[in-house]
């Protein structure tokens, strides 16, 4: 199984405590073999077949759709001051963690927000929780944001990218330890095609289409 370099170090860590464990007890180093083998299975970093059509948003993440709702984006984003739609992603603790680009671009800008330790499936982690904002440049006067936010046992956000850097929809980019969100916020005039409960797989999953006025939203979640 691939691991994520971030999470060589704690599954090393998880060894050592497994090796003490079975000095004490078996009962206890067969404890730390089921956590070490836990570990190895939160870092995994497999390989995904992303969608090549252009236009196409792609989910940057694992995990649960738990909030698709209109918003006004935060005015560092530069997005404008009209409703864009918000997708929200809810990544629990057996989800992979690696993220993913949504969609080929340039890397406007990058917004760190230091912040709170909310659970991350609640709405206010969008506002109040420790964050780092992707502003991805897609041409044509179109802007689209994703951004990572810790959760209430995250404790760090890992981004591998820098401003200006040049991206390509479904490349890693960055990883967030353990139990988190992500956010994608769509141009203006984008609808989303995936709905509140559905499952997301990052580098896979289509989101929405830019190209498109289609909206397959089902119920009201403003």
């Given amino acids: 199984m691939r691991i994520h370099p971030d999470g060589l170090k704690f599954v090393g860590a998880f060894a050592a405590v ?3 464990f079975f000095l004490l007890s078996t009962a206890l180093g067969w404890i730390g073999i089921i956590l070490t083998a836990w570990c190895i299975y939160f870092f995994r970093n497999p390989e995904r077949m992303t969608p090549t059509r252009e236009g196409l948003v792609i989910s940057p993440a694992d995990g649960k759709v738990v909030s698709v709702r209109e918003v006004i984006p935060p005015k560092n984003f530069d997005m404008g001051d009209e409703t864009c739609t918000r ?3 809810f990544l629990n603790v057996f989800d992979v963690h690696v993220n993913r680009i949504p969609i080929s671009g340039r890397i406007k800008k990058i917004i760190y927000h230091p912040g709170k330790f909310f659970n991350a499936s609640m709405d206010k982690a969008s506002e109040h929780n ?27 956000i890992r981004c591998d990218v820098n401003e200006e850097d040049t991206v390509l ?22 609808n989303a095609l995936v709905i509140e409960g559905q499952h997301m797989i990052a580098g896979e999953t289509v989101l929405a289409d830019i190209h498109s006025n289609e909206d397959q939203r089902q119920g009201d979640y403003r």
Avoid: C, H, M
């Avoid at 780092?132 to 760090?156: E, F, S």
């Avoid at 988190?180 to 984008?190: E, F, M, N, T």
């Fill in 18 to 20: 497994t090796l003490f």
């Fill in 87 to 89: 997708i929200s992603i």
């Fill in 130 to 156: 420790e964050r780092n904002t992707l502003v991805i440049d897609l041409g044509n006067d179109k802007v689209l944001a994703v951004v990572q936010i810790a959760g209430l046992i995250a404790r760090r």
């Fill in 169 to 190: 929809a479904g490349e890693r980019y960055g990883l967030i330890r353990f139990g988190s969100r992500a956010d994608i916020y769509l141009p203006k005039g984008v």
